[in-house]
């Protein structure tokens, strides 16, 4: 039985309500065992205000999870009478760390076999006393990875991108060959062993409009892109491009390409959530561990109301089960052979 451990994400936002509906709503893929690291009380108490039926039981590691419940190991217990939504504390900062924390130690000890994430509040982790920006850095720290990135998944469309919080006028200055061509093996790597894709096709959008025209809107795509996929291509990657941004998405969520390769944060993020606003999964590449996160924020304006949607949680699973069977079956082929 696979294990997956979710991490309750910020005690004040969505997170407890998206995992009670997960839990009411949907069917764990077959073999797999979902158990949410949190608290209790603050679980509880999102049931009795929304009307949501739901029968908890206590899990430890190594425990057999009882049936028709949610199980949970409770890392925190945060008094319900200062617990608030849509107002997060440094209590509730202290307790969404330590969800993060546990989730890699129970995995680096074999007791889960991936962890997916529940939204949580970078100003709210800083103030927790972790200088971290968020999750993504912190998984980082604490499993020591030295090639990682974001990948943003679905069913039709997967993207990973080259920049990301930084300004459209910084971007032409963050992009090198190196950087390209090494996010095209992460990404490609990742194709590979997370998806099972013996040969995956990769495209690289690029960054100006029509890719530049020849150096008539720009030249990064003939000084920097180009040469990155060249040496990528030279290391028997199925990579090609730059291609012009407003067609190369169409292209791969119609069974062309495996995955995109973006220059920067919206040229990426627009046309997958124009695809999968409910469905899609924030993928951290490059961790020892496999990490799957739903693709949404704490949502504090609308925690507590009854509003959140399961659907990106239910897919964040989903894919984390999945991946976990991938590399397992990656590892027995490369081991055999």
Not at 29 to 38: E, F, S
Not at 42 to 48: P, Q
Not at 80 to 86: A, F, M, R
Request: proline share 6%; charged share 15%.
């Amino acid at each position: 039985m696979t294990v997956i451990g979710i991490t309750m994400g910020c005690p004040a936002g969505i997170g407890p309500e998206i995992i009670l509906r997960y839990f009411a709503e949907t069917t764990p893929p077959t073999g797999t065992t979902p158990v949410v690291l949190g608290d209790r009380s603050i679980l509880a108490k999102c049931a009795a205000d929304l009307g949501i039926e739901a029968q908890f039981s206590s899990w430890q590691p190594g425990q057999s999870v009882q049936p028709q419940t949610i199980p949970v190991l409770e890392l925190s217990t945060i008094p319900c009478e200062s617990h608030n939504w849509g107002n997060p504390t440094k209590e509730t900062a202290v307790a969404m760390a330590e969800y993060i924390i546990r989730a890699v130690q129970l995995i680096h000890d074999g007791h889960l076999a991936a962890m997916v994430t529940c939204p949580i509040s970078k100003s709210a982790l800083q103030k927790a006393g972790y200088n971290f920006p968020g999750h993504t850095e912190m998984l980082v720290h604490l499993t020591g990875a030295e090639r990682y990135t974001m990948m943003m998944a679905g069913t039709s469309l997967k993207v990973t991108l080259a920049t990301i919080h930084c300004s459209l006028a910084s971007v032409p200055k963050n992009i090198t060959i190196t950087s390209i061509s090494e996010l095209i093996r992460i990404t490609h790597q990742a194709m590979r062993v997370d998806f099972g894709l013996k040969q995956p096709r990769i495209a690289v959008a690029g960054l100006n409009p029509h890719s530049g025209e020849d150096g008539l809107f720009g030249r990064e795509e003939i000084e920097i892109i180009t040469p990155a996929i060249e040496l990528a291509a030279s290391e028997n990657i199925d990579v090609t491009g730059p291609y012009p941004p407003d067609t190369v998405f169409f292209k791969a969520a119609a069974g062309n390409y495996d995955a995109v390769v973006c220059m920067y944060h919206d040229q990426g993020l627009i046309p997958f959530k124009l695809l999968h606003f409910q469905d899609g999964v924030n993928v951290t590449l490059g961790l020892p561990i496999v990490r799957t996160s739903v693709d949404h924020g704490t949502a504090y304006d609308i925690a507590g109301k009854g509003l959140a949607d399961a659907t990106s949680l239910a897919s964040a699973v989903t894919m984390a089960a999945a991946i976990s069977d991938n590399r397992k079956l990656y590892q027995k082929a490369t081991t055999v052979s």
